[in-house]
């Protein structure tokens, strides 16, 4: 899989550089492998594309996902959800 790549690709994950996170003191510049959250696309039950966010807020793993909405991931997604979660749990090590 190669890691997260940007909307747009093959992935179905976006990566965003900033996000705004309650309780974080302004906008810091963020590099490329230090990102604050993620979104991994996803379908509902009838099939309409969502996403699940992946977001770290200080030392916590945050999972939001569709209000009120159950997400249907493929293998795919299962692996980059995965993935976009390890992430998170490592830099809210930090």
Known sequence: MGGIEESGSRTGVEV??????????????????????WRVLCRDVVHVRRYLTVLVNR????????PGRT?????DG?????NALR????????
């Open 16 to 37: 965003t550089a900033q996000a705004a996170v309650p309780g974080q003191a302004g906008p810091k510049p963020e590099s490329a492998d230090r990102r604050r959250w």
């Open 59 to 66: 030392d916590r793993v945050v999972l939001v996902g569709p």
């Open 71 to 75: 997400v249907v991931l493929s293998t």
């Open 78 to 82: 299962v692996g980059e959800l995965s």
């Open 87 to 94: 992430r998170a749990a490592d830099q809210a090590r930090e």
